[in-house]
C-alpha cells in the first residue's frame, strides 16, 4: 500500500484487554464473537432498569469477588473509590497490558501515557437516598426535596469518597497509577464517540514523539439504574415484544426498532512501531488514520450523515488511502430507524458505487451499546476477525431495509483478504470519530 504523506513514527497496536458481555479477555470475546453468540438477555444484575421488558447485554461474571480475587488483585485498595465502570476500564487496561506482554519494569515511564474515554457517571438511587431524605421536612406531606438544604445537610450525609467513585476522568488516573505511567495522559467523555477518539489521541500523541507507549480505551454503561432510565426517556430503545430477548437488536434491519443497552470496556496498548519490535511485542495492527466531526444545520438540529461525511472523509485522507483501499466497515449500526438510515447515507457518500458492495458489520447486534465502550470493542471485534481472516457477522439481520442498501456481513463470518478497515462510531448530538486500522 503506498501513503501519500507517511509518518516516520508508525503506530502499532500490541495489546487488547476486554471486559464485555461476550466474555472478558480477548481470547474468549473472540471465540465467543466469531461464533455468533449473542450477549442479549433479560437482566439479571440490575434490580430495575429503564429498558423494555429489562433486556438488556450485561457482564454477568464481573462483580464484587471476581474483581476482588481476579481482575483487579493489583487494585483491591482501590476497589472502594471505583464504581462499576471505572472497574471495567482498569480491568482492561490490566488485561491489555498482561496481554501484549509489555515488561512495566523495562519500559521508559516518562514515555508512556494514558488516554481513556468514559461516560458521565451516576450514583445510584440507593447511595444519595438517605443524603436526600436530610433534604425533606418531617412534617412535609408531600416530601419535597428542599435543594437549599442540600450544601449543608445533604452532601455532608454522604460517605467521604463519595464523589471519587463517580469521576469519568479517574480510569485515566487508576490506570496512570497503577501502571506508573508519567507521560501524556487526558480523560475524553463523548459518550459513543469517546472510543476512537481515545486512540486517535494515542496515535497522534505517539506520532508527535511525545511517548513510545500508551494505554488507550474506554468504559461505559447503560445499564446503570440512572442512565437506563435516561436512555428510557431519550433513546429510541428496542421493543419486540415476546420475541427472543437475543434477537432485539437489528442493525440496518427492515424491522428494526431500537437500541439494547449494554455495558463493557476495551483497552489497547499502542506503541510505536520500532519499540514494539525492538522488545518482540506481537504486533496486533497498525492505526493509520483518524478523524472526528460534529455536525448541525443552521437550525441548530443534528446532522449525523455530514459528521460522519466529515469524519470518514478526514479519517481516510489522514491514512493516505481511498476508500476502494478499505477492506470492510465496522459500522455503528445502532439500530435505530432513523439513526442506521443516517449511517447508511454517510457510507454511500463516501464509497459512492462501491458503498452496497463493502462489507458491512454492526456488532452491537451481539454487544448492544455500552455508551462510551461501545466503539473500543467494535473495534477489537474487527481485529478479533481479520486475525482468522475474516469479518464478523451481523446478528439478527433477515430482511435487508431497501432504503440502506448495504452489504451487511450476516448469517457466517464474511472471508476476506484486505485486512484495512473502518470503524465508525456517532453521537446522538451528531459526534462522530471514525479510525482506520490495518491488521497485522
Not at 437516598?129 to 438544604?149: G, H, I, L, N, S
Amino acid at each position: 500500500m503506498t501513503r501519500s504523506c507517511e509518518s516516520p513514527r508508525r503506530v502499532v497496536i500490541t495489546g487488547v484487554g476486554i471486559v464485555s458481555p461476550l466474555g472478558i479477555g480477548f481470547d474468549v470475546f473472540s471465540a465467543n464473537l466469531l461464533a455468533g453468540r449473542s450477549s442479549i438477555s433479560r437482566m439479571e444484575s440490575v434490580p430495575y432498569s429503564g429498558a423494555p421488558h429489562n433486556v438488556g447485554a450485561e457482564i454477568k461474571d464481573f462483580n464484587e469477588t471476581s474483581a476482588k480475587n481476579e481482575y483487579l488483585k493489583k487494585q483491591r485498595k482501590s476497589i472502594k473509590v471505583m464504581c462499576r465502570e471505572i472497574q471495567f476500564g482498569v480491568a482492561s487496561a490490566s488485561l491489555a497490558i498482561e496481554n501484549s506482554g509489555l515488561d512495566l519494569a523495562a519500559i521508559n515511564h516518562e514515555r508512556f501515557g494514558v488516554d481513556f474515554g468514559a461516560n458521565l457517571m451516576f450514583s445510584p438511587p440507593e447511595v444519595l437516598k438517605d443524603a436526600c431524605w436530610t433534604c425533606v421536612e418531617k412534617d412535609d406531606p408531600t416530601f419535597e426535596f428542599q435543594y437549599e438544604q442540600w450544601g449543608g445537610k445533604g452532601i455532608s450525609s454522604l460517605e467521604p469518597l463519595w464523589l471519587l467513585r463517580y469521576l469519568p476522568n479517574m480510569p485515566a488516573c487508576h490506570i496512570g497509577i497503577y501502571a506508573d505511567a508519567r507521560g501524556p495522559s487526558n480523560s475524553i467523555t463523548l459518550n459513543e464517540a469517546s472510543g476512537n477518539l481515545a486512540v486517535a489521541e494515542a496515535y497522534h500523541v505517539i506520532q508527535r514523539d511525545l511517548a513510545e507507549v500508551m494505554i488507550a480505551g474506554t468504559t461505559g454503561t447503560k445499564i446503570h439504574s440512572v442512565k437506563s432510565m435516561h436512555a428510557a426517556l431519550w433513546d429510541v430503545l428496542a421493543r419486540h415484544g415476546e420475541d427472543p430477548p437475543e434477537t432485539w437488536s437489528r442493525p440496518f434491519e427492515k424491522s428494526r426498532t431500537g437500541e439494547v443497552i449494554a455495558e463493557g470496556a476495551c483497552s489497547f496498548i499502542l506503541e510505536e512501531e520500532s519499540h514494539a519490535k525492538q522488545r518482540g511485542a506481537r504486533i496486533l495492527g497498525r492505526v493509520l488514520g483518524a478523524g472526528s466531526s460534529c455536525a448541525f444545520d443552521r437550525n441548530g438540529h443534528v446532522c449525523v450523515t455530514r459528521a460522519l461525511v466529515n469524519a470518514m472523509r478526514v479519517a481516510i485522507r489522514d491514512a493516505g488511502i481511498t476508500p476502494g483501499q478499505v477492506g470492510h466497515i465496522n459500522a455503528h449500526g445502532l439500530g435505530t430507524p432513523q439513526m442506521d438510515l443516517d449511517e447508511a447515507r454517510a457510507i454511500h457518500e463516501i464509497f459512492g458505487t462501491g458503498a452496497a458492495e463493502i462489507p458491512v458489520t454492526a456488532l452491537k447486534s451481539s454487544l448492544g451499546n455500552s455508551g462510551a465502550g461501545c466503539g473500543t470493542i467494535e473495534l477489537a471485534g474487527s481485529l478479533a476477525g481479520l486475525r482468522q481472516g475474516v469479518v464478523p457477522a451481523t446478528l439478527n439481520y433477515r430482511v435487508p431495509d431497501p432504503q440502506c442498501r448495504l452489504n451487511v456481513v450476516h448469517g457466517q463470518p464474511h472471508p476476506v483478504a484486505n485486512r484495512i478497515f473502518l470503524n465508525a462510531n456517532v453521537t446522538a448530538m451528531g459526534q462522530a470519530s471514525v479510525l482506520i486500522v490495518e491488521a497485522a
